[in-house]
């Protein structure tokens, strides 16, 4: 009896200290995953925001806490961003929003990703004024008045607000005004993102009043940073409406601006720009269980959706999270739905574009055979580490703190379950770097995005909208409501970054925030650099794995570091639809804040 009894106990012992020994193991497990991630995510029941600025996610917070729902929170977001982020976009840029109305029990597309002036002429472009934007190909003029699209950010923004916002644009536009009319505080990205864009604004004298300190120099932390002229201009279109800045009093002003600086925006482009911005539906697939869905051409989403349908066929578990086997697999997945975008994506007025077939269980069966045989090809010719293979690192470090991308995510969710991303741009940072007349606005540079070279689906044409990496965010819905609503900027990286990150929660079982945080890849695919020939690759990828996948051939450039902005800047939302709570996430690799209530 008593030596059962203390058979007993030593098993009584042996299972608590195994469990203890298991806590503490997992304790070990989650205070490096806070180490490494920095921050836990945000939680809330009654909203949820996540911007790429803190600034910008209290202007969305603020009208959440008021009673406002995710539209009107998300615009006032995105509209303070003209002062927050105002080298990634503004009210004359461009952008994409994905919307799951609750109340509807639908998600709608909304496309304002801009469009090529009517009266464009390539023969008018000067081929010495370019300046490197993250599009990488060169082929046009980079900055000034002749590479600016029409622009929708600010229709975009009116046409959800009437559509389903509960505010009107007085009341959303308010942190917007003031940020702009009495400046926010320069943070050290805020301080990079100028000096890696001083060229692009230097050569227009309206912009350097605005953009530079004495007429000459960047931004730096410390200074704040205003733009009275634009509050004069927000707060007009808050009282008179939209109207006034596409047909009105500013519009005529800008038009006349472009006239005499040589662009080719006219009155009737501003004008036209309202009835162009219209809800569409949206494209999607089956991925497990969740509906996934994602814009329409002229986006560029669709990448995304084959790159998840062709890992679907893979057990990415048993692979293991970011194993050489997973990247293997997926550098592959994205390299091929890549040549796809290349290839067929664009406005779809002016050409055809296949999205049936590109996303058809047949073809995607077919590329993913592709994928597994290049791998399989790789394997078999695995050799030790090269040089060909390692991209060598700058010979100076000094451009690391030098950015030049220009295009910002946000996301919201409300009480009342509606949910939105939306991603918006410049183009190029600080955009064309052209201000137009004294109204403060500077325009997006979107016609860079698009192809001289004829015949190409994204091919630059008077009238067409600009195909778009911008359009891609996605919305993950199960038994008919969102589950995971996530977006990044990035350039063509965003196609890259947004998967990453969803199968990470998805698939990996990761928390939004660290679903975001986590080491990502991209390909170098720019512009012309289609199919891609080196990636990036953040460091805190297992060095073993770098190595191996060097070795099967890879070139990998590592320079960037642990963290870098260049494989994006994501930010999502999860809400569970059982509890109802929400879990916001937001990109460390810049200045993302994700706040709940």
């Known amino acids: 009896m008593n030596r059962q009894k203390i058979s007993t106990s030593r098993t009584v012992i042996l299972v608590f200290g195994m469990a203890t020994f298991l806590i503490l193991l997992n304790l070990q497990v989650y205070a490096q995953a806070a180490k490494d991630n920095l921050r836990p995510a945000a939680l809330g029941k009654n909203g949820m925001i996540a911007t790429a600025n803190p600034l910008a996610t209290l202007a969305g917070q603020k009208i959440l806490v008021k009673g406002g729902n995710a539209i009107d929170a998300i615009v006032a977001a995105a509209a303070s961003l003209n002062a927050a982020e105002p080298y990634m976009s503004g009210t004359a840029g461009v952008g994409y929003m994905l919307f799951y109305s609750a109340k509807e029990n639908r998600v709608r597309?909304?496309?304002?990703?801009?469009?090529?002036?009517?009266?464009?002429?390539?023969?008018?472009?000067?081929?010495?004024?370019?300046?490197?934007?993250?599009?990488?190909?060169?082929?046009?003029?980079?900055?000034?008045?002749?590479?600016?699209?029409?622009?929708?950010?600010?229709?975009?923004?009116?046409?959800?607000?009437?559509?389903?916002?509960?505010?009107?644009?007085?009341?959303?536009?308010?942190?917007?005004?003031?940020?702009?009319?009495?400046?926010?505080?320069?943070?050290?990205?805020?301080?990079?993102?100028?000096?890696?864009?001083?060229?692009?604004?230097?050569?227009?004298?309206e912009s350097r009043k605005i953009f530079f300190k004495n007429d000459k120099d960047p931004y730096v932390i410390g200074d704040y940073f205003s733009n009275k002229p634009l509050a004069k201009t927000m707060r007009r279109i808050a009282t008179e409406g939209i109207d006034v800045f596409y047909k009105g009093e500013i519009a005529k002003e800008m038009a006349a601006a472009f006239a005499r600086d040589g662009g080719f925006i006219t009155e009737k482009d501003l004008a036209s720009v309202p009835e162009k911005v219209q809800w569409v539906d949206p494209i999607s697939i089956k991925y497990r269980d969740y509906t996934v869905y994602?814009?329409?051409?002229?986006?560029?989403?669709?990448?995304?959706?084959?790159?998840?349908?062709?890992?679907?066929?893979?057990?990415?578990?048993?692979?293991?999270?970011?194993?050489?086997?997973?990247?293997?697999?997926?550098?592959e997945a994205v390299n091929l739905s890549r040549i796809d975008t290349d290839k067929y994506i664009g406005d779809p007025k002016f050409v055809t574009v296949p999205v049936d077939m590109l996303l058809s269980d047949a073809y995607i069966a077919k590329q993913r055979e592709k994928v597994i045989a290049k791998v399989k090809e790789r394997k078999a010719g695995l050799k030790p580490e090269t040089s060909q293979n390692i991209s060598?690192?700058?010979?100076?470090?000094?451009?690391?703190?030098?950015?030049?991308?220009?295009?910002?995510?946000?996301?919201?969710?409300?009480?009342?379950?509606?949910?939105?991303?939306?991603?918006?741009?410049?183009?190029?940072?600080?955009?064309?770097?052209?201000?137009?007349?004294?109204?403060?606005v500077v325009f997006n540079s979107a016609l860079d995005w698009m192809t001289l070279e004829p015949g190409k689906a994204n091919t630059v044409a008077p009238g067409k909208a600009v195909g778009w990496c911008i359009g891609g965010m996605m919305q993950f819905h199960k038994d008919g409501k969102p589950q995971l609503i996530v977006g990044s900027p990035g350039s063509f990286g965003i196609l890259q970054s947004v998967p990453q990150v969803a199968m990470n929660n998805i698939d990996f079982g990761m928390n939004i925030q660290d679903a975001i945080s986590a080491p990502r890849f991209r390909?170098?695919?720019?512009?012309?650099?289609?199919?891609?020939?080196?990636?990036?690759?953040?460091?805190?990828?297992?060095?073993?794995?770098?190595?191996?996948?060097?070795?099967?051939?890879?070139?990998?450039?590592?320079?960037?570091?642990?963290w870098s902005m260049t494989v994006g800047g994501a930010q999502g939302i999860t809400i569970d639809q059982k509890t109802g709570w929400l879990m916001g996430g937001a990109d460390l690799r810049r200045n993302g804040y994700a706040v709940g209530w």
């Open 109 to 205: 597309s909304l496309v304002f990703g801009g469009w090529v002036p009517e009266t464009f002429r390539i023969t008018k472009f000067k081929i010495d004024v370019k300046v490197a934007d993250g599009a990488g190909h060169g082929a046009m003029e980079s900055i000034g008045p002749r590479i600016a699209s029409v622009p929708g950010n600010l229709a975009g923004w009116a046409k959800a607000l009437k559509d389903y916002g509960t505010m009107p644009l007085s009341e959303v536009f308010e942190s917007a005004i003031d940020y702009l009319e009495n400046g926010v505080p320069i943070t050290e990205f805020d301080q990079a993102m100028w000096a890696g864009t001083v060229k692009r604004i230097a050569p227009h004298a």
């Open 392 to 440: 060598p690192d700058p010979a100076d470090d000094s451009n690391a703190s030098k950015y030049r991308y220009a295009t910002t995510s946000l996301s919201a969710v409300d009480k009342w379950g509606n949910a939105v991303v939306i991603i918006q741009t410049h183009g190029g940072g600080f955009g064309s770097g052209y201000v137009a007349g004294n109204t403060g």
């Open 294 to 331: 994602n814009n329409p051409p002229p986006g560029m989403g669709l990448q995304q959706l084959q790159t998840l349908k062709i890992m679907e066929g893979f057990d990415l578990q048993k692979m293991g999270h970011n194993s050489v086997d997973y990247l293997a697999h997926l550098l």
């Open 523 to 562: 390909w170098k695919d720019e512009l012309g650099s289609v199919p891609a020939k080196e990636i990036i690759m953040e460091t805190r990828v297992q060095p073993g794995v770098i190595k191996t996948l060097r070795g099967m051939g890879y070139v990998i450039d590592t320079s960037l570091g642990d």
